[in-house]
């Protein structure tokens, strides 16, 4: 007999979805991705949003910049809408049915795929479509939210120039050091984002659960901080506001190992939205198959816990070591 997905109830939607065809015919030939150009020395910066189309805090910050007529001081700024197709597909009754149109977005960013003209979907046609782009991009702000309500975190990737970008930001709190996912490539990983010798470099932030309205507030916060960091933007160029608090500290949590589900045969031991501590190795946080999933070493950390997108090959969660 085949197992269904469990069911969920739906997070409420705090939010209202932007209207964001006004900004579908952008300036660079690729639709819904516009580019500042101050004609001064300085990075290329990108923020960019709807990398999954349910995930609007993103789309809200990068439609509040380009309303506010933000433009560079120094270098280029880039502000993009990626699955513009699977946000077009948003239906409050089921609002995690449009986080893509075939397959993950933020799955399909190598080389080797982008090129393979014998795959085809909706997100490999906006990824190519976006790619020439993102090939002249110094720096790139990713903006996401998650599935369940969690506090915000910066992922960094495995490198250090990721994490010693995360600690010039100072927020969120939570920096997540991690090598991706096994079914394939985050554009933050991509190219020279993601080789050490490069100083191209990337972060994707987790802004907190898709539809509160606090995670716009951290999307708008974690924005600002990345154009002021990269020296493009001045404080008073900025939308009244978008700063909020720093941290008292920051903390980074080194992911040692994803947890895959092989079937739809997966339950948690708990109710589980991330950022959880378990203190003893060997205590079971889940069962797979029948058999029980054990944190594999002290203080093991929960990272992105969730079972609502299910199926086999899907990471339901990622066990990580604090390291300061």
């Known amino acids: ?44 910066v990108m923020i960019n949003a709807l990398t999954h189309g349910n995930e609007v805090c993103g789309a809200i910050a990068v439609a509040g910049l380009l309303d506010h007529g933000l433009r560079p001081r120094r270098g280029k700024l880039t502000l993009s809408f990626a699955n513009v197709d699977a946000y077009a597909r948003f239906d409050a009754a089921q609002p995690d049915a ?20 014998a795959r085809d979907s909706s997100e490999l046609r906006r990824a190519r479509a976006m790619r020439p782009i993102v090939d002249t991009v110094d720096l790139l702000l990713d903006l996401h939210s998650m599935h369940e309500k969690s506090r915000p975190l910066i992922v960094s990737g495995p490198l250090d120039k990721g994490i010693a970008l995360s600690r010039a930001l100072g927020a969120p709190a939570d920096v997540i050091v991690d090598e991706g996912h096994p079914e394939g490539r985050r554009m933050r990983d991509y190219a020279d984002f993601g080789d050490s010798a490069s100083p191209r470099n990337a972060l994707l932030i987790e802004c907190g659960q898709h539809w509160e309205t606090s995670a716009v507030d951290v999307a708008r916060d974690s924005t600002a901080r990345f154009l002021l960091h990269a020296g493009i933007v001045e404080a008073a160029d900025l939308p009244d506001g ?43 946080i889940a069962w797979r198959d029948g058999q029980p999933v054990v944190t594999p070493y002290d203080n093991c950390v929960l990272v992105m816990p969730s079972l609502r997108q299910l199926r086999p090959g899907v990471t339901v969660v990622r066990l990580g070591q604090l390291e300061s």
């Open 1 to 44: 007999m085949t197992q269904s997905a469990p069911a969920f109830e739906a997070y409420p939607v705090e939010v209202e979805f932007p209207d964001i065809r006004p900004y579908a015919t952008g300036n660079t030939g690729v639709a819904y991705v516009h580019t500042f150009d101050s004609g001064t020395p300085g990075p290329h």
């Open 98 to 117: 449009s986080r893509f149109v075939d397959q993950d977005f933020n799955r399909v960013w190598t080389a080797a795929v982008l090129d393979d003209a």
């Open 242 to 284: 978008w700063l909020r608090p720093l941290p008292a500290t920051q903390r980074v949590i080194r992911v040692t190992e994803p947890v895959v589900a092989r079937s739809m045969d997966f339950r948690f031991a708990g109710a589980y939205t991330g950022l959880e501590t378990f203190t003893d190795a060997g205590t079971v």
